[in-house]
C-alpha cells in the first residue's frame, strides 16, 4: 500500500513540476506575442519603431510557442489510451 501511494504522490509532483515549466513557457509565449503586436500597432500609428526589435520578438515568440506545444502534449490527453 505505501509502495502504490508513494507512485501516485510521484506522478502526482512530476505532474505539478511540468505544469509549472509548461506556464512559464506559456507567460513567456503571451509576453513576447503582446509586445510583438503593440511594437506592430506604434509602427503602424505612425511612431518610430524598428523592424528589428519587432523581429525580434517574432523570434522569441516562435521559440515560445515550440516549447508550449511540446510541453503540453503529454498533458493535454485525459487518458493515456488513445482512441481513433
Known amino acids: ?3 502504490k501511494s508513494s507512485r501516485c504522490f510521484g506522478r502526482i509532483r ?3 513540476a511540468r505544469r509549472d515549466v509548461f506556464e512559464k513557457a ?3 509565449y503571451g509576453q513576447a506575442s503582446g509586445i510583438r ?3 506592430e500597432l506604434i509602427r503602424d500609428g505612425g511612431t518610430d519603431a524598428s523592424q528589428e526589435m519587432i523581429d525580434i520578438f517574432i523570434n522569441q515568440e516562435k521559440q515560445h510557442e515550440a516549447e508550449v506545444t511540446k510541453l503540453g502534449e503529454d498533458d ?3 487518458s493515456r ?3 481513433p
Open 37 to 39: 503586436k503593440c511594437l
Open 1 to 3: 500500500m505505501i509502495d
Open 26 to 28: 506559456k507567460n513567456l
Open 14 to 16: 512530476d505532474y505539478l
Open 81 to 83: 489510451l488513445i482512441l
Open 76 to 78: 493535454l490527453t485525459l
